[in-house]
């Protein structure tokens, strides 16, 4: 063989060493790419899986406290008619007993 067509086999075995090189580079870069893909998408999921918990979380908690609350305010509001009540008086004359009874009589 001559040295022209040995150097041009050297350059062949060259380039195929460095295509070689270049290609497991690039499926390393790649695998490394995929696996942060994978990494980031599984954080996500469970980013949303525990927004979702929280978000449940502050709903039934802002309903506990909506019912506690119109539960103290009916309570409170009970109460004042109770007091209310038991501070009415009704003066019965003979003219408002004759409109109770009128209204009695009126519904039969």
Same mark, same amino acid.
């Given at each position: =063989? ?12 060259? %380039? ?20 942060? %893909? ?5 954080? =996500? ?31 409170? %509001? =009970? ?23 009128? %209204?009695?009589?009126?519904? =039969?």
């Amino acid at each position: =063989m001559s040295n022209t067509q040995e150097e041009y086999l050297h350059s062949l075995k060259r %380039i195929k060493e460095v295509e070689d090189k270049v290609q497991v580079e690039i499926e390393t870069h790649r695998k490394s790419i995929e696996d942060k %893909i994978n990494s980031l998408q599984k954080e =996500m999921e469970h980013a949303i899986a525990a927004s979702k918990l929280e978000g449940e979380t502050l709903v039934d908690k802002s309903i506990e406290e909506s019912r506690f609350n119109a539960s103290k305010e009916a309570n409170k %509001i =009970m109460e004042e008619a109770e007091k209310k009540s038991q501070t009415i008086s009704i003066q019965l004359d003979q003219q408002t007993i004759k409109k109770i009874i009128d %209204i009695f009589l009126s519904g =039969m």
